[in-house]
């Protein structure tokens, strides 16, 4: 089955930098579109950055000119490059796809998520 396999996550002081991997998995007919979301304790799941599939990139303004996201076609895998971080990117962040596969067609996935960025 179609699934998302997260790595690269941790925690990193104010100023540093971390590199997210995400993985598609499975048999995957059409991306739709990839991306990371973060999730502070008790607020809601946010848009950091996504690339879809035959359209631009979209950024948080509070990420703009500090991450990076691109993708591997070949291999289904999107990367996060995050430097210059600061405490306010704290929290979580899950791999998200919007995917075609088999034997489901299109759906929305997440990947496990991490247990956090930059400590306050």
């Known amino acids: 089955q179609v699934q998302l396999v997260e790595s690269g996550g941790g925690l990193v002081q104010p100023g540093g930098s971390l590199r997210l991997s995400c993985a598609a998995s499975?048999?995957?007919?059409?991306?739709?579109?990839m991306g990371w979301y973060r999730q502070a304790p008790g607020k809601q799941r946010e848009l950091v950055a996504d690339?879809?599939?035959?359209?631009?990139?979209n950024y948080a303004d509070s990420v703009k000119g500090r991450f990076t996201i691109s993708r591997d076609n070949a291999n289904n895998t999107v990367f996060l490059q995050m430097n210059s971080l600061k405490p306010e990117d704290q929290g979580g962040h899950y791999c998200?796809?919007?995917?075609?596969?088999?034997?489901?067609?299109?759906?929305?996935?997440w990947g496990p998520g991490n247990q956090g960025t930059v400590p306050s």
């Open positions: 690339f879809p599939t035959g359209g631009s990139t």
């Open positions: 998200y796809g919007r995917l075609g596969g088999v034997p489901y067609g299109r759906c929305d996935y």
């Open positions: 499975g048999r995957i007919l059409r991306i739709v579109t």
